[in-house]
Nanobody
Framework: QVQLVESGGGLVQPGGSLRLSCVAS????????MAWYRQAPGKQRELVAA???????NYADSVKGRFTISRDNAKNTVYLQMDSLKPEDTAVYYC???????????????WGQGTQVTVST
């Protein structure tokens, strides 16, 4: 089994910053792509940013230039630095990772439990 645990969410004023972290643990053989998604009330879950094992990143147009995704392969961790936050960034943020199980080397997608980000005065 593989677990993803997010941290770093909270309440921040518009224009502020937050840094989300997501740590993977369990029977990890290799972690391929990692990503952050978000889901606002009444909306579908959407991709925010993704990063390959080699460090190539891509972003949703709505966060380009404001958010930065990074990862530490040695720590099985992915980060999301969020700057210049806007009220429309308010959502539950979920970590996602494609993980090869060390017991079978079969790759599956795993999700964290989510962390709330609220941007408000």
């Amino acid at each position: 089994q593989v677990q993803l645990v997010e941290s770093g969410g909270g309440l921040v004023q518009p224009g502020g910053s937050l840094r989300l972290s997501c740590v993977a643990s369990g029977s990890i053989g290799r972690i391929d792509a990692m990503a952050w998604y978000r889901q606002a009330p009444g909306k579908q879950r959407e991709l925010v940013a993704a990063i390959t094992r080699g460090g190539s990143a891509n972003y949703a147009d709505s966060v380009k230039g404001r958010f930065t995704i990074s990862r530490d392969n040695a720590k099985n961790t992915v980060y999301l630095q969020m700057d210049s936050l806007k009220p429309e960034d308010t959502a539950v943020y979920y970590c996602n990772a494609d993980v090869a199980d060390v017991r079978t080397w079969y790759t599956s997608a795993y999700w964290g439990q989510g962390t709330q980000v609220t941007v408000s005065t």
